[in-house]
T-cell receptor, first 114, second 116 residues
């Protein structure tokens, strides 16, 4: 596709349920990032995939959060036993591995936990 | 430790005036990149401008320029001739290059309001 695609665009879930958020990066982009953005706030780094290396998971807020990237392309962010404080917009971005290239963002998934 | 600091939660500017949005960063790497993004109320993230740590000249892209002061570790964004459409959140970001991972870290952002 032409850009980074995220699905679903909106997700409402009940507290305690598991959710999966999907990110389709730009073809050929080997770096993939997940961020969380609460209303009116900045981008909180969650996890970073760089080529075939082990991901940098240092931003995941708890062990309820996990992510994988299959075949170096599509990534799924999973939140288990969702809590109300997980409500936020989850943004995915991808880039080439060269350091001076910008990251391109998807439109985000707005997660609401009720 | 906070890597990117944007000290101005909110700024306003009159249309057609210039405005500077502040960004300071903290790194021990010699090689790094600095980015600015704009996020309008629609929520999309729009890349504006990039500055590499070894670039000798300040980056410019149309009405955007980056005032890069390496010794002070600052990378301020200057928007000239502000337009109403410039009203948005602006984020400064840094990618450290020499480490094993070169993830992109963002500051807290500055909300800019352009008044007619």
């Amino acid at each position: 596709g032409a850009g980074v695609s995220q699905s679903p665009s909106n997700k409402v879930t009940e507290k305690g349920k598991d959710v999966e958020l999907r990110c389709d990066p730009i073809s050929g982009h080997t770096a993939l990032y997940w961020y969380r953005q609460s209303l009116g706030q900045g981008l909180e780094f969650l996890i970073y995939f760089q080529g075939n290396s082990a991901p940098d998971k240092s931003g995941l807020p708890s062990d309820r959060f996990s992510a994988e990237r299959t075949g170096g392309s599509v990534s799924t962010l999973t939140i288990q036993r969702t809590q109300q404080e997980d409500s936020a917009v989850y943004l995915c971005a991808s880039s080439l591995l060269t350091a001076n290239t910008e990251a391109f963002f998807g439109q985000g998934t707005r997660l609401t936990v009720v | 430790a906070q890597k990117i600091t944007q000290t101005q939660p909110g700024m306003f500017v009159q249309e057609k005036e210039a405005v500077t949005l502040d960004c300071t960063y903290d790194t021990s790497d010699q090689s790094y990149g600095l980015f600015w993004y704009k996020q309008p109320s629609s929520g999309e993230m729009i890349f504006l401008i990039y500055q590499g740590s070894y670039d000798e000249q300040n980056a410019t892209e149309g009405r955007y320029s980056l005032n890069f002061q390496k010794a002070r570790k600052s990378a301020n964004l200057v928007i000239s001739a502000s337009q109403l459409g410039d009203s948005a959140m602006y984020f400064c970001a840094m990618r450290e290059i020499s480490g094993g991972y070169n993830k992109l870290i963002f500051g807290a952002g500055t909300r800019l309001a352009v008044h007619p």
